[in-house]
């Protein structure tokens, strides 16, 4: 079985799997947070920058770049894959995978990974058991995956973090 290529970062008009990136921050629930996601070379390698400032401000605390992994909403179905593998460098921060399913009905209810940056591009393997449920009893079920996406949460701070490959992961990959 080869990778699921998700995005490669080397188009700025969409994603590899067709999609385009979009980016969130809490102001959709009146935080203050604020930032960007732009499409930019990063250490030598097309990448995507997620920038900006978290707020703790207003009950705030977020800014995310996400990303639909199939065309309208709709389920994919990552069930023949074991994780996700994400190529990033950043500021040192903690930042978090997060994946949504179609399972979730609320927007506050995800499943997340942790990980942290550092000042060199480094490949994280996260398999879909590291994946904490956050705000939900449901499990992960990776047959209805609906959205992925690279957060800061959490903690006041400057953000600028580069992401520049993301793919599921076979199963003999570690």
């Not at 700025?12 to 070379?41: I, K, P, Y």
């Not at 977020?62 to 500021?91: E, H, K, W």
């Not at 060199?120 to 705000?135: E, G, P, S, V």
């Not at 996406?149 to 973090?161: K, T, W």
């Amino acid at each position: 079985m080869h990778n699921a290529l998700i995005d490669d970062f080397t188009r700025s008009d969409c994603a590899s799997n067709g999609q385009r990136w979009r980016f969130f921050s809490d102001r959709v629930m009146g935080g203050v947070s604020e930032g960007s996601a732009e499409h930019r070379l990063a250490a030598g390698r097309p990448a995507l920058l997620l920038s900006g400032t978290v707020s703790l401000a207003n009950n705030g605390g977020f800014i995310q770049c996400s990303l639909d992994l199939a065309p309208d909403g709709q389920d994919f179905d990552a069930s023949a894959f074991t994780g996700i593998a994400v190529t990033l460098r950043g500021d040192g921060g903690a930042y978090a995978i997060n994946l949504r399913s179609s399972e979730l009905s609320r927007p506050w209810q995800s499943y997340r990974a942790p990980l942290a940056s550092t000042s060199h591009w480094k490949t994280h393997h996260l398999h879909f058991a590291d994946f904490d449920a956050h705000r939900t009893d449901r499990p992960l079920n990776a047959a209805r995956l609906r959205r992925i996406g690279l957060i800061a949460i959490g903690e006041a701070r400057r953000v600028d973090v580069a992401i520049s490959q993301l793919e599921f992961m076979t199963p003999d990959q570690r």
